[in-house]
């Protein structure tokens, strides 16, 4: 197996800036003796970027340090856009992270929204060289939360997307200007009309794998739950999404945009979030809504739903507080449950399109430049390709998800 180098991440990827990070990891001025370059995902995960794993070390020092880079096949790369997504995390890292920092600090907080999310050494974006150096979270002993989390691990994760939401509430309180600035710059990106066309096959066919085992199932089939999730399947569901995302209404957030348990990490103490590719500005309710429903057997019910809006709030609430900042005077806990009502749609229709993916097999990225050739565009559903759910818990989840969502009046 040939040995990996920086310059497969990306050619701007150089070893003074890994020396420039492992002395800013280290505090020190210790020169760089050796890198180590693998792989730190599995093949098909990596759509829109390749996550890398960067070991270094120099006079008995060492550290760890995760790479993203683009993908290198270029279809695959012009299909997705994929560089369009590096510019939006970079945008994370480097102007909106800063801003809600000093914003915590002007406002007399403990807490720090830092302490949330991965430590960034250095990017770049070009469209050919886009990489992104952060902090290896995995040798402090985090892990990726499982679609199928446990309570702590879900808990965790509300947690953090409760701090991104209530700094990102408080900017726009005490800061309107700036943050109706920001947000104006984080358009949405991936539920967009003119993207109609490459997204409507892969939603239909997800959608009818959905149906497939709604009406195998005796509890949900031949019932209002069955007759409801077909009424919506039927009714341009790409088209709901793009409505639900473009109407960001009076309590808009910055959102971390894919809130799903594989894009938090957590250790034995807390959670990070991580992957900001898809961040949007909207309701806080759909990041959250979404989050809740894709938790496999911890929303089963109505109640276990609440019971997570109750705990998100709670955090939410705290960190309000943490920056001077009446919850009762800006967002009550009822004027949450009303975005819900208006929002949580967006968390079942992400959640449906969502599970098919999941219970299907990865695919080789590797392939996509040659069997595609003189093809302009590869067909989302060829990059997305989808097989009926057999899997008992994912079945599972998708039920809950529907049962729940009807429960609620989200659809």
């Not at 270094?56 to 270029?74: I, P, Q």
């Not at 900017?171 to 949405?188: A, C, D, G, S, Y």
């Not at 390709?385 to 009807?406: G, S």
Request: hydrophobic share 40%.
């Amino acid at each position: 197996m040939l040995q990996l180098t920086l310059a497969d991440i990306s050619k701007q990827l150089t070893k003074d800036v890994i020396e420039e990070a492992f002395r800013s990891k280290t505090n020190s001025k210790i020169e760089v003796e050796n890198i180590q370059v693998k792989t730190a995902a599995p093949k098909g995960e990596g759509l829109i970027s390749a996550v890398y794993r960067i070991n270094v070390t120099g006079n008995h020092r060492s550290c760890s340090f995760v790479a993203k880079g683009l993908v290198h096949d270029a279809l695959l790369r012009n299909t997705l856009n994929c560089s369009v997504y590096f510019k939006r995390e970079i945008m994370f890292f480097s102007k909106i992270l800063p801003i809600l920092i000093e914003l915590q600090e002007s406002l007399g907080a403990n807490e720090k929204i830092q302490n949330s999310v991965p430590n960034c050494y250095d990017y770049f974006i070009d469209g050919q060289n886009d990489y992104i150096l952060m902090e290896d979270l995995g040798a402090s002993g985090y892990a990726s939360i499982p679609p199928m989390p446990t309570e702590f691990e879900r808990n965790e994760a509300l947690k953090v997307l409760s701090h991104l939401h209530a700094v990102s509430m408080a900017l726009r309180i005490t800061k309107p200007f700036l943050f109706t600035k920001i947000t104006n710059e984080i358009f949405e990106l991936y539920y967009r009309e003119e993207k109609r066309s490459l997204y409507t096959p892969y939603f239909k066919r997800a959608m009818q794998l959905d149906l497939e085992v709604l009406s195998e199932d005796e509890t949900v089939s031949n019932t209002v739950y069955y007759e409801k999730f077909k009424k919506l399947a039927s009714e341009d569901p790409y088209g709901e999404l793009v409505k639900l995302v473009t109407t960001r209404g009076e309590h808009a957030v910055i959102n971390h945009g894919d809130a799903w348990c594989p894009n938090f990490l957590c250790s034995k103490e807390k959670a990070v979030a991580i992957d900001f590719q898809l961040l949007r500005a909207g309701s806080p309710a759909t990041d959250l809504s979404y989050f809740i429903l894709l938790c496999g057997s911890l929303c089963q019910s109505k109640n276990d739903f609440m019971k997570a809006v109750d705990i998100y709030y709670s955090n939410f609430e705290y960190y309000l507080r943490d920056m001077n900042i009446k919850p009762e005077d800006v967002f009550t806990k009822q004027m949450l449950y009303s975005e819900l009502k208006k929002y949580g749609k967006f968390g079942l229709l992400a959640t449906s399109t969502s599970i098919p993916l999941l219970a299907s097999d990865r695919c080789d990225v590797n392939t996509f430049e040659s069997k595609y050739a003189g093809v302009e565009r590869i067909p989302l559903e060829e990059l997305w390709q989808l097989t009926p759910i057999t899997d008992v818990q994912v079945k599972e989840c998708l039920i809950n998800a529907v049962r729940v969502a009807t429960d609620l009046g989200f659809i």
